[in-house]
Structures are given as C-alpha cells and as structure tokens.
C-alpha cells in the first residue's frame, strides 16, 4: 500500500519531496484504483486469495496465497518471518477508491520505478 501513499502525498505536497521511489509497489494513474472492477479482466491470484469480511469493510489473505502474493522470491524462513509481522486484516476502502492525480502536482514530482 506504500505506493498509493507516497502518490497521494506527492499529489498533496508536491513542493516538499524531491523524488518518489515505487520498489515493489503499485503506481496508479488518475482515476485508477488498486482493485478496478473489470468484469472482462478475468479472475486474477489476488482475487483468488482475498477473503472479504461479511459486512465488506475489510479483507484478508488466504494464507495458501501469501507467499505467492507477496514474497515470491524469499526464503521461507523469510517469508515465515514476515508472515508473522503481517496485519491480517486490511480496510477494503483504500483498494476501491480511484486515484485523483493532476499534472500540476503529482504530475511534476520527479519518479523512480523498480
């Protein structure tokens, strides 16, 4: 979620950063959101792995999914260490709601990509 973050910030502040870095992260245009609802994209893993909450406030990973998701390339010891630290629950809102960007602001900050 660290991608959609540092995009809003520079959005909101763009005078007070100097570059973004996006590793491992999601870098979102205006207008798109971390979930589009795309009846003609297909199932992907995530929607696969994502358990929502009766109410849909929040979701979870099924834990099959994790590694797969999230920590590919690690060991499993490091993927078990990580594991351990991770927040099983996640606000659905932040993946639904779509990006405002404009050119004036988030548009003149400077970005790397890796």
């Not at 809003?8 to 992260?25: F, G, N, S, T």
């Not at 795309?38 to 792995?49: C, K, N």
């Not at 920590?71 to 351990?84: L, W, Y």
Request: charged residues 30%; aromatic residues 6%.
């Amino acid at each position: 979620m660290g991608g959609r973050v540092v995009t809003q910030v520079a959005e909101l502040r763009p005078d007070k950063i100097k570059i973004l870095v996006y590793l491992a992260a999601v870098l979102l245009r205006n207008g798109e959101n971390t979930m589009p609802a795309d009846p003609d994209a297909g199932e992907t893993l995530l929607d696969r792995s994502i358990v929502r909450s009766d109410d849909g406030s929040y979701q979870t990973l099924r834990e099959d999914s994790i590694k797969e998701l999230l920590f590919h390339d690690c060991s499993d010891d490091d993927t078990g260490r990580a594991v351990a630290l991770l927040e099983p629950r996640q606000a659905s809102q932040p993946f639904t709601i779509p990006m405002r960007l404009t050119n004036e602001n988030f548009g003149r900050v400077r970005k790397s990509v890796y």
